[in-house]
């Protein structure tokens, strides 16, 4: 919760046909897609590098982070530049690109839910608890949980030849 009076604020946006929230706090700005320097041997997820405001902030492609197949960028395609701290001499600045974003929202205590018992083995790292909304739900991310999904997928991923040291 980030209100004084039990309630949270957080960033409601798209990718395809389900919607997602970020709370307010990690999001330091949304931007609209642009070109991005491609990374030689990155991982899929990885588009590139982008500058906001004189800082070099890698671009993600928060679809393939969630198991979803990649889509073409519209005009609605948005960054969402998030902050974490990690512990370092610095936060983690990354960009999250996502389909579209829908508005800040404010959730009641009571429109928070926890995630639902499926029967199965399932957990998502990525979705923390379940937001009511009219006409639907809205999953509400955690930060950490998506940065250490995007970190298992690089491990999983790391078989790029190592490069030669020049001499």
Do not use: K, Y
Request: negative net charge.
């Amino acid at each position: 919760m980030n209100g004084g009076d039990g309630t949270l604020q957080t960033i409601v946006f798209g990718i395809g046909d389900e919607l997602f929230a970020l709370p307010i706090g990690v999001v330091r700005e949304i931007l609209d897609h642009g070109p991005a320097f491609r990374v030689p041997n990155a991982p899929d997820w990885l588009i590139g590098l982008c500058d906001v405001r004189g800082l070099s902030v890698p671009m993600v492609d928060f679809r393939i982070c969630l198991g979803l197949p990649t889509a073409a960028v519209t005009p609605a395609t948005r960054v969402l530049v998030v902050e974490a701290d990690t512990g370092g001499e610095r936060a983690l600045v990354i960009g999250l690109v996502v389909d579209r974003v829908l508005d800040v929202s404010t959730w009641s205590r009571e429109a928070i839910e926890p995630l639902p018992d499926t029967g199965t083995a399932w957990h998502s790292r990525h979705v923390v608890s379940v937001l009511r909304r009219e006409g639907g739900f809205v999953g509400l991310l955690e930060l950490d949980g998506v940065l250490a999904g995007m970190a298992e997928i690089l491990a999983q991923s790391s078989t790029a030849a190592p490069v030669a040291a020049v001499s």
